[in-house]
């Protein structure tokens, strides 16, 4: 604009303008095509099938501009698999059947079948797409969603050059090894993560006896470390999303702090952090200024937390320009802070406040709480699975949205699942054997555009002195991030003593730390059917979730293609 101030520009040079700002402003399509197949990949360098978009894990990565209407064609080319994609952190306002969760929002895409998900991105931020089918994700299918902000509007921060990242924990075994021992009497757990990925990159040692036998190969391209060039002097937004199956991250810029600005997709009051911890379906901006000694490169390091870890340090190189991009740095790669320091986590979670100028306060009070005891339970002759309030979760054969919509009856269980437990008196350091748990697939129906809290209380699973860390994400909303707190949640003393409602931050997805409690509000003003789960991929395929129905009835007609299973099976014509 300056350089216009001076002399006025010619009509016709005015009217360009206006012509080129009008159009840029105008909401765009964005259209992809995904094809959705197995291939065999090396991501750690250990050779196996992953599942791959357009031949790539992570996928490609979606880049729209806020208010943008995103088109995504899938074509399922797994052969002998069913599918479904979620669109992680997109509201879905309007289009509830484009949520991606089978059993849920729709019935499985078919092998050779092709569903097309069509949805505004609605608020600039950092997203994620991955599957929602089984234990799909955990194989490979997962990518970005980057949406900008509209042209012309400033951020709360400023920096140079905008990079990316998505981590992700890696398996050798195959997720239908891991799926079956899950469901096995005696219980069989695959165990940590061999390898931890940097934008699908990692390095298995192949000279260990359990790749003895496999396509293990230190020199393939596919496990060359990614590499985040940087200018000395410059500032990087770097957006960290990730998509670990179970893992609890740190992750780090040796020798760099880093300023966390964004959580998923809301601007943050800015803290310095010289690791950020990450739970998975999370996301988040930081900004890092290159202003090291520029003569050598630095490792970027990934770690485990809350879990007693058995998986090497996953990295790749910050490489300072002009310095050899792939120059290993001289230092043994950041070991990230002591794993079990649970205090530290709950302390960070607790530091995310909203950005002083871009507050959005909750309401003031709710209209409904519902208090989520996470246990372990054993249910049916003797299957872990996990539980809320003692129910285990068991998605039905019809998805909820069209049964609720056409009041197909025997779809599901239509008794109300529990909205609390005995809280006073339960002891949730204690390992009880609750043998009696039931399974149910009973959702909670709540009253359109009320304002709902959710309490989670964590607990001890069956194993003494045991309690994990559970990422909760809601589909559908963000919710507001009340608080956490340790220990047992005290509902005459927490709200009106803890609860933040001056600044609290909004997201979709917020951990509940080990023998802790979080309190989120949200309100219930997207008509549709919406799954709110633990994002551990083996937790929410053992039960670990539910689904809360709102306004369902504002709903127009509903797509054929979401049909086809269980009870909407007679919806379609013949
Ligand atoms: C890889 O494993 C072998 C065999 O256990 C061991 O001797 C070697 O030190 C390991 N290499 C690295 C880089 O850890
Ligand atoms: C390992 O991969 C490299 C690069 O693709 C290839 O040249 C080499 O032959 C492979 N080694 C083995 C043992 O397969
Ligand atoms: C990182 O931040 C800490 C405390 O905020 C400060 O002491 C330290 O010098 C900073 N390190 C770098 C490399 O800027
Ligand atoms: C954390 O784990 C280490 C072993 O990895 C152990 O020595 C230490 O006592 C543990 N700390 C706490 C607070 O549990
Ligand atoms: C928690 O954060 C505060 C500052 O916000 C700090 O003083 C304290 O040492 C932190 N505690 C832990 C356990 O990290
Ligand atoms: C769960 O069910 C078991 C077995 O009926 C019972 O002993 C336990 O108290 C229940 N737990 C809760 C939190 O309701
Ligand atoms: C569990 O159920 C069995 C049979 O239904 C019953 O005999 C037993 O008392 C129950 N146990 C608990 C702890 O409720
Ligand atoms: C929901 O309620 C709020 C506050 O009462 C109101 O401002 C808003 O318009 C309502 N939204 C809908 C969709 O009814
Ligand atoms: C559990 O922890 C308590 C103290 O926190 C300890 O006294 C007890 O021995 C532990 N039990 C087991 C089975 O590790
Ligand atoms: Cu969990």
Not at 234 to 261: D, P
Request: hydrophobic content about 35%; charged content about 15%; aromatic content about 12%.
């Amino acid at each position: 604009m300056a350089s216009l101030s001076g002399s006025r520009p010619p009509l016709f040079v005015t009217l360009l303008l206006f012509l080129a700002i009008a159009l840029s402003a105008e909401a765009k399509v964005r259209r992809y095509r995904f094809h959705i197949a197995y291939k065999y990949k090396s991501p750690d360098c250990f050779q196996k099938l992953s599942i791959t978009v357009n031949g790539q894990s992570p996928g490609p990565t979606i880049i729209a501009e806020q208010g943008d209407t995103v088109v995504v064609e899938v074509q399922n080319g797994l052969l002998t698999e069913n599918t479904a994609v979620h669109w992680h952190g997109i509201r879905q306002i309007g289009t509830p059947w484009s949520d991606g969760t089978e059993g849920i929002s729709q019935c499985p895409i078919t092998p050779g079948e092709t569903f097309v998900y069509k949805f505004v991105v609605d608020r600039a931020g950092t997203y994620i797409y991955h599957a929602h089918y089984g234990m799909q994700r955990s194989a490979g299918l997962y990518g970005l969603i980057k949406v900008a902000v509209p042209e012309g509007t400033v951020e709360p921060f400023a920096y140079d050059y905008d990079r990316s990242i998505v981590v992700n924990d890696w398996w050798h075994k195959s997720t239908y090894e891991q799926a079956t021992g899950l469901s096995s009497v005696p219980f069989a757990f695959v165990g940590e993560p061999q390898s931890l990925l940097i934008n699908g990159r990692g390095r298995f040692n192949c000279s260990l006896p359990s790749a003895s036998g496999a396509v293990c190969n230190l020199t393939n391209p596919d496990c060359s470390p990614s590499v985040f060039t940087v200018v000395p002097g410059k500032t990087y937004r770097f957006r960290i999303a990730c998509i670990t199956s179970l893992s609890a991250i740190s992750f780090g810029f040796e020798g760099h702090n880093m300023t966390v600005v964004e959580a998923d997709g809301y601007y943050v009051k800015p803290f310095v952090v010289d690791s950020l911890y990450l739970y998975s379906g999370e996301t988040y901006s930081v900004l890092v200024k290159a202003d090291q000694d520029p003569s050598r490169n630095y490792w970027a390091s990934v770690n485990v937390v809350s879990r007693k870890p058995d998986t090497p340090t996953g990295t790749a190189i910050l490489n300072y320009y002009p310095n050899h991009p792939s120059r290993a740095p001289p230092t043994a790669p950041p070991a990230g802070p002591l794993w079990n320091d649970t205090a530290a986590r709950l302390n960070q979670s607790v530091a995310i406040r909203a950005h002083p100028d871009h507050v959005e306060a909750p309401p003031a009070a709710s209209d409904r709480t519902i208090v989520l005891l996470n246990t372990q339970n054993k249910v049916d002759g003797g299957h872990v699975r996990w539980a809320l309030n003692n129910v285990s979760f068991t998605l039905p054969d019809t998805p909820y949205l069209v049964a609720l919509k056409y009041k197909l009856k025997r779809a599901f269980d239509a008794r109300p699942p529990p909205e609390s437990y005995d809280y006073r008196g339960y002891d949730i350091r204690s390992a009880p054997p609750n043998p009696n748990a039931t399974s149910s697939s009973s959702i909670y129906r709540l009253g359109f555009n009320t304002t709902v809290d959710v309490v989670l209380q964590n607990a001890n699973t069956l194993n003494p002195n045991n309690s994990e860390t559970h990422p909760w994400h809601l589909h559908g909303h963000d919710f507001w991030v009340l608080g956490h707190g340790a220990g047992k949640f005290d509902p005459s003393a927490h709200p009106a003593g803890v609860f933040n409602l001056v600044d609290p931050i909004q997201k979709n997805t917020v951990p509940v730390h080990p023998y802790g409690w979080t309190a989120l509000r949200f309100r219930a003003d997207n008509p549709g059917v919406w799954a709110f789960h633990c994002h551990v991929e083996a937790h929410y395929f053992m039960g670990m979730g539910l689904v809360f129905e709102e306004g369902v009835e504002k709903i127009g007609r509903l797509p054929d293609a979401i049909m086809g299973c269980g009870e909407s099976k007679r919806l379609l014509r013949p």
